[in-house]
């Protein structure tokens, strides 16, 4: 038969009701052929169940035949073949979770990801695949995909790994363009709120030539963002030529929203070589029914963070100043997060598919983030290989090594492959470093990294917080003050106060959300005082010792007398002018 032998048709007769109608033809299958749906998708590591949105699924031959079929896996469907030339599944899906990792679907547009509700032939991932798109009069289809013909909403996959990876976009909403480096780019949008056009076409030009910079031009052909305006969830997914990001509505006005909005596109962006090219032995030959294990999210995510401020630093889309800012920032989380002491880079990144994303309330003293950890664990990386080589090679280089020498000739990237490229890049034994920063669970010197730069750091406590310290962390639950966390090694730790507490009185006199850290300002560390919870339905009385609040929070400053050299290092880190601090 001529064209592909698998091919899939989405539509949506009814986008009000959440339904998309999926169709899948397979040609020349096996007497009993299996489809089935991933249970996660890519970048998100987490096992998320698709098929339970699947129903009425049903199973025909070319000439419209009922076949047999039975489901033999929670996410997998056998079908009885026979004879017949071709098999045709059909089902629908409910698609009403707008989210970068799932489907949705309404009278105003469609996002999905192929993952979600697009099943794979085990055995035949390999083969290449049509997809059909049939969307509402007037809605503009976009993805990553190549399109067949122009003008036709037909696009064809190189095997199910491409597929899977290009989520598709439609709805009424302007889609940008914009050139870059001779290179187009669109953004598909969808929602209302303040999103100033030109503005982000502006910006995202530069982000996306600041990155092209570090890696020698653009990997692929032509690039999509699809930008989804939301009541306020943020989050964003990558893709080898496309990304997914969901941001607040009304978050372009100039300032700290609209700059969050451009790190989120920043990172994103960023992974179009860290992760998609630039990938993780774990994450190369991807097995969509089961967890896919690596010890490099650190890397893949961690790294990715650090490079996302520092290259809108670069890019000239934030001061030198609030780039510090944001370091400073990273610092302060993590040293406000006990558990750092619990789990190391590598850890957190094996374990990312039960703790990541799985959080609960002792999350923050049992284990760190990659992204948070792996990104300070970056800079100092960074900051070390400029040291070592005066300034010569740099973290730069690094990446610049692990693109040519594992993105470009599409090898997949061992665990102990990264230790091997800094090692390239700056020659010598980084073990110890490696044993330290990434294998170890000990805290990271951070100030004699940066003042190798000219930076001073300097630790001191909250200011805008009681000097006296409980070591709680509370949640409004209507109308009541609970206790989200309870930070181990703090004075409600030691005195046997647990999370799911409701807090009631201090001393006898009652408490709430908003009065409890103003309260504490009426005693001193040392000071002993009686809070009354609810446990359950039982009243109990909690003897806590208050401390002195911790100094978690770091600043940063240029140094005024800083060295030549540790001013040349400065301005060759962030590409900026050395001013005085």
């Known amino acids: 038969m001529d064209g592909p032998g698998i091919r899939y048709t989405v539509s949506m007769p009814r986008p009000a009701t959440h339904l998309l109608h999926v169709t899948v ?18 970048g998100s590591y987490l096992v998320r169940e698709f098929a339970r949105h699947v129903q009425d699924f049903r199973a025909t031959d070319s000439l419209a035949q009922p076949l047999a079929w039975r489901k033999t896996r929670k996410d997998t469907w056998l079908i009885e073949a026979g004879s017949a030339p071709t098999i045709r599944a059909e089902f629908d899906y409910y698609a009403n979770e707008l ?66 990876d290009c989520p598709v976009h439609a709805g009424p909403d302007p889609v940008l363009s914009f050139d870059a480096l001779g290179v187009p780019h669109a953004v598909a949008t969808w929602g209302r709120g303040n999103l100033d056009q030109e503005r982000l076409r502006n910006d995202l030009q530069r982000i996306v030539e600041s990155e092209a910079a570090l890696f020698d031009g653009f990997p692929y052909e ?26 607040p509505r009304f978050s372009f006005r100039p300032g700290r929203s609209y700059e969050r909005v451009l790190q989120l596109l920043t990172h994103e962006f960023f992974h179009t070589w860290n992760v998609k090219r630039i990938q993780p032995e774990g994450l190369g030959d991807l097995d969509y029914a089961r967890e896919n294990y690596t010890r490099s999210l650190w890397v893949a995510e961690g790294t990715t963070e650090y490079y996302t401020s520092l290259l809108l630093c670069r890019a000239g889309l934030i001061t030198s100043e609030r780039y510090l800012e944001i370091i400073g920032q990273q610092m302060s989380d993590l040293a406000d997060t006990p558990g750092r002491l619990h789990q190391s880079l590598e850890e957190a990144s094996f374990d990312t598919w039960i703790k990541h994303y799985r959080p609960d309330e002792h999350t923050v003293n049992s284990s760190v983030s990659y992204y948070l950890k792996g990104a300070v664990a970056s800079l100092l990386l960074d900051l070390e290989i400029r040291r070592q080589t005066a300034g010569q090679r740099s973290l730069d280089d690094v990446m610049r090594h692990l693109w040519h020498q594992y993105g470009q000739a599409g090898r997949s990237i061992p665990d102990d492959g990264y230790q091997s490229a800094v090692e390239a890049v700056s020659p010598g034994d980084w073990t110890p470093f490696f044993d330290h920063v990434v294998r170890g669970r000990d805290d990271l010197a951070c100030a004699p990294a940066l003042a190798t730069i000219g930076i001073d750091v300097a630790w001191r406590a909250d200011p805008n917080a ?23 090694g703090g004075p409600a730790w030691d005195a046997g106060i647990s999370a799911g507490d409701e807090l009631l009185a201090l001393d006898g006199l009652r408490l709430d959300d908003s009065g409890l850290d103003d309260r504490l300002r009426d005693y001193g560390p040392g000071d002993c005082v009686h809070v009354a919870i609810f446990r359950g339905d039982e009243l109990v009385v909690v003897p806590v010792t208050l401390a002195k609040r911790p100094a978690t929070q770091a600043i940063l400053r240029r140094n005024r007398q800083a060295t030549v050299r540790q001013r040349t290092m400065y301005e060759g880190w962030l590409r900026a002018p050395w001013t005085p601090g």
Do not use: K, M, Q
């Open 25 to 42: 033809e397979i040609d020349a299958p096996s007497d009993t052929t299996e489809l089935r749906i991933p249970v996660w998708i890519p």
């Open 99 to 164: 989210t970068v990792r799932t489907s949705h679907l309404d009278s105003t547009h469609v996002f999905f990801n192929p993952p979600n509700l697009l099943p794979y032939a085990p055995g035949r991932t390999a083969e290449p695949a049509l997809l059909t798109v049939e969307a509402p009069d007037g809605w503009t289809v976009e993805t990553g995909l190549r399109r067949c013909e122009p003008g036709r909403n037909v696009f064809i996959a190189s095997d199910y790994d491409e597929l899977a």
């Open 222 to 247: 032509r690039f999509l963002f699809i930008l989804l305006l939301t009541e306020g969830t943020r989050g964003g997914l990558e893709h080898r030529n496309s990304t997914a990001v969901t941001v």
């Open 466 to 488: 009681a000097e006296t310290w409980i070591g709680i962390r509370t949640r409004s639950e209507g109308g009541r003050t609970r206790v989200a966390n309870v930070l181990a």
